[in-house]
C-alpha cells in the first residue's frame, strides 16, 4: 500500500480535527467518567472517591423502589406516547399531501409546537391544565375539562403523554409526509387500476414503501420518550408522591438534589444499556421490514 503524503493527512487533520476532538471531550470523556463514577460513592463535591463496585448497582435493582415505580412509569409512557404521536402523524401527512388549498399553512401550524422549549411548553399546558381546563369546566360543565388532570396519578399520566404528542406529532409528520412525496405514483396507479382498495393501498403499498421513515420515526419516538426530562418536571416535577416521575427527572434527583452522582450515575448507566438495547431491536425489525420501490 502506498503511503499517504503529509499534506493528505494535514488535510484530514484541518477538516475532521477539530470535530473529532469535539466529540471527545463532550461525549466521549463524560461518558467514559460516568461509567466510573458508577463505581462509586462520590457524591459530587467531596474530592474523595471511593470505589464500591457494584454496590450502586445492587441498591438500584434490590432496594430503590422509586426507581423501580419511575422505570414502570417511563415504559408505560414510552408505550402509549410512541403509538399515538406516530399514528396521529402519519394521519397528519396523509391529509397534507393530498391537494389542499391551506396545504402549506397546515404543515407550519401543526409543526409549530415542537419549535416551542420543553420547559416553556410545560409551564404554558401546566397552566391550561390548573386554570384553562377547569373554567371551560365551570361554564360548560363537561366532565373531561374538570378532572384533576395534573393532581391525580392517572390523568397526571395523561396529561404529560397528551403535551408530548401535541409537541411531537408535527416533527414526525414532516418526516412522514417527505417519504410520502416520494412514493411512486405509477405503483399507487396500477394498484388502483387492478382494483384494490383504498385500505389495501394503504397497508399493503404505502406503508410498506415508507418504513425507512417508520424506522426513523420510531427511534426517534422511543429515545426521545424515554428521555423525557423537561415536560415532566415542568407539568408534574414527578408528583403527585412521585407516581409521575420519569427515570430522567428521577436521576437528575438523584444525582444533584440528593448529592448521591455515584448512584444517579450509575441508574444513568443502566438507562443508557435499557434504551441502547430497546432501540436496536426496534431498528433491527422494522429495518428488516423495508423494501424497495
Given at each position: 500500500m502506498k503511503r499517504r503524503p503529509l499534506s493528505a493527512w494535514l488535510e484530514q487533520l484541518v477538516f475532521i480535527g477539530p470535530a473529532f476532538i469535539s466529540f471527545t471531550l463532550i461525549v466521549m470523556i463524560p461518558f467514559l467518567l460516568g461509567m466510573y463514577y458508577s463505581f462509586t460513592d462520590w457524591n459530587g463535591v467531596s474530592g474523595t472517591v471511593t470505589f464500591i463496585g457494584l454496590g450502586n448497582f445492587k441498591q438500584i435493582l434490590f432496594n430503590d423502589p422509586d426507581f423501580m415505580r419511575s422505570f414502570w412509569f417511563t415504559t408505560r409512557f414510552s408505550i402509549a406516547a410512541v403509538i399515538l404521536t406516530n399514528v396521529l402523524a402519519f394521519i397528519l401527512a396523509l391529509l397534507l399531501t393530498r391537494p389542499l388549498k391551506l396545504r402549506n399553512p397546515l404543515r407550519t401550524v401543526f409543526f409549530l409546537p415542537n419549535v416551542i422549549g420543553g420547559l416553556l411548553l410545560g409551564f404554558i399546558w401546566q397552566f391550561i391544565f390548573v386554570k384553562g381546563f377547569p373554567a371551560i369546566g365551570q361554564l360548560t360543565n363537561i366532565p373531561f375539562f374538570n378532572l384533576p388532570w395534573l393532581g391525580d396519578e392517572t390523568t397526571g399520566f395523561w396529561g404529560i403523554v397528551i403535551v408530548f404528542v401535541w409537541q411531537s406529532a408535527g416533527y414526525f409528520m414532516v418526516i412522514y409526509i417527505a417519504?410520502?412525496?416520494?412514493?411512486?405514483?405509477?405503483?399507487?396507479?396500477?394498484?388502483?387500476?387492478?382494483?384494490?382498495?383504498?385500505?389495501?393501498?394503504?397497508?399493503?403499498?404505502?406503508?410498506?414503501?415508507?418504513?425507512?421513515?417508520?424506522?426513523?420515526?420510531?427511534?426517534?419516538?422511543?429515545?426521545?420518550?424515554?428521555?423525557?426530562?423537561?415536560?415532566?418536571?415542568?407539568?408534574?416535577?414527578?408528583?403527585?408522591?412521585?407516581?409521575?416521575?420519569?427515570?430522567?427527572?428521577?436521576?437528575?434527583t438523584e444525582a444533584f438534589q440528593n448529592n448521591r452522582f455515584g448512584l444517579g450515575t450509575a441508574k444513568a448507566l443502566i438507562f443508557f444499556v435499557v434504551v441502547a438495547i430497546i432501540t436496536t431491536i426496534q431498528v433491527r425489525i422494522t429495518k428488516s421490514r423495508e423494501v424497495e420501490a
Open positions: 417519504s410520502l412525496i416520494n412514493v411512486p405514483k405509477d405503483v399507487l396507479e396500477a394498484a388502483q387500476i387492478d382494483g384494490a382498495s383504498p385500505a389495501q393501498v394503504l397497508f399493503r403499498i404505502i406503508v410498506p414503501l415508507i418504513m425507512p421513515a417508520v424506522t426513523v420515526c420510531l427511534f426517534l419516538a422511543i429515545s426521545n420518550t424515554f428521555k423525557m426530562f423537561d415536560l415532566n418536571l415542568s407539568l408534574t416535577k414527578g408528583g403527585p408522591f412521585k407516581s409521575t416521575e420519569s427515570l430522567a427527572l428521577n436521576i437528575y
